[in-house]
């Protein structure tokens, strides 16, 4: 082997080596930041982007009202999380009784419908505050439908395709 194709063959090895150890740090970073099991409700972060698009007067009481309420927020979130991880224990335990796996449904159907009611609740008094258009529109942005349109559907009312 010349000393030229050595060089190459180096270079070479070092752009893949250095191109393997960016792969697995990508892959560990991702992993390490991770969410525990999931997301919390959706609505809750488009309520904050909703709360960015108001006028400055009425944007500030917002905040200042979201401001109040995270802490209740970030607990509702934190009552699903736990109620999801613990369904899933429930069923990687083996839980083979009906009633014990209902039981764990029924613990995270609450913990989402009370926290759906809290963070409506947040929503109708932020509402309030606001002028027929601006109310119009802080609820499109609010509850704007997530994913893409249905192929079948035509237009925001939703009618069918002929």
């Known amino acids: 082997m010349t000393r030229r194709t050595l060089i190459i063959l180096l270079i070479v090895s070092g752009g893949l080596n250095l191109f393997l150890a960016g792969i697995i740090a990508a892959s560990v970073f991702a992993y390490w930041n991770r969410p525990d099991i999931g997301s919390g409700p959706r609505t809750a972060f488009r309520l904050y982007r909703a709360v960015d698009d108001l006028a400055e007067p009425q944007r500030s009481r917002a905040r200042a009202l979201l401001k109040e309420k995270r802490p209740e927020i970030r607990a509702r979130i934190e009552a699903i999380r736990a109620a999801r991880r613990d369904l899933r224990k429930r069923i990687r335990d083996g839980a083979v009784a009906p009633d014990a796996v209902e039981a764990g449904f029924r613990k995270l159907r609450q913990a989402r419908g009370e926290a759906q009611t809290a963070l409506h609740a947040l929503v109708r008094r932020i509402a309030e505050t606001l002028t027929p258009d601006q ?19 035509k237009g925001d009312a939703g009618e069918r395709r002929e």
């Open 135 to 153: 109310r119009r529109r802080f609820y499109s942005q609010a509850y704007r439908p997530r994913g893409k349109k249905r192929k079948w559907r």
